[in-house]
């Protein structure tokens, strides 16, 4: 059945889901059905059991707000003597959004099916936030985007710089993680620079020498660092 989440509150999810009323071979289920509810801070690792009850919601407390720790959710059906497949994988993801002096821009991921088009709906969902920026990697620059410039278009799964102006607060995307994401890495007649986000299966790679490591043909990354408002080059 449908499994579904949304943010309860500052810093918990409710999960949601449908009854089961059949079992295997489209049966009526006679039998009481518990549905096991398990988290993981990454997708690959969805293996703690949190909640085993014949309940048909769940709410998961003080999970949201911490980007040092993100979560992801599956959920599965038993009777007495049958499983289900497990579910869709659901979750949270956190980025820390600060002014700096000077410049305030923050790098963050669509890492989940936000649903949002254009930078003005991402600008529309953090409070405080006045401009967004995409990089045009065949043309080497910024595409941005504020109140008197264009609006460009977005895509889950991939990289956006934020302007964020007064003080701090942290941004939280939820809902379905997306799992195949890929980038059309290219090189200019000028500099060859290209922006990506890191899928959220490959926990493996931890630094920037690793994500060189891991594709072909690389042979230089930075990291934005939103605090100095600078670039650490590897």
Do not use: K
Request: glycine share 8%; charged share 20%.
């Amino acid at each position: 059945g449908q499994f579904s989440v949304t943010q309860d509150g500052e810093y918990s999810l409710l999960f949601e889901w449908e009854q089961v009323a059949h079992g295997i071979n489209d049966s009526l289920e006679i039998n009481p059905v518990y549905y096991h509810l398990y988290r993981g801070t990454t997708v690959n690792t969805i293996d703690e059991l949190i909640s085993s009850s014949t309940d048909i919601g769940y709410i998961d407390a003080d999970v949201v707000g911490n980007p040092e720790t993100n979560y992801f959710y599956h959920i599965s059906a038993h009777d007495w003597d049958n499983e289900s497949e497990l579910s869709l994988i659901l979750g949270e993801y956190d980025y820390h959004i600060r002014s700096a002096e000077g410049t305030d821009w923050n790098f963050i991921g669509l890492s989940m099916q936000t649903g949002l088009t254009v930078a003005s709906e991402l600008i529309d969902t953090i409070t405080g936030s006045n401009g967004a920026a995409d990089w045009v990697a065949d043309q080497q620059g910024w595409d941005s985007f504020a109140p008197l410039r264009s609006d460009f278009s977005l895509e889950d799964g991939h990289a956006y710089l934020i302007n964020y102006p007064d003080g701090e607060t942290v941004y939280t995307v939820i809902g379905e993680p997306v799992l195949d994401v890929n980038f059309q890495l290219v090189t200019t007649s000028a500099t060859d620079w290209n922006d990506i986000t890191l899928p959220l299966t490959e926990n493996g790679v931890t630094s920037l020498g690793d994500l060189i490591d891991a594709i072909d043909q690389v042979d230089a990354a930075a990291l934005f660092d939103n605090q100095a408002q600078s670039w650490y080059v590897f």
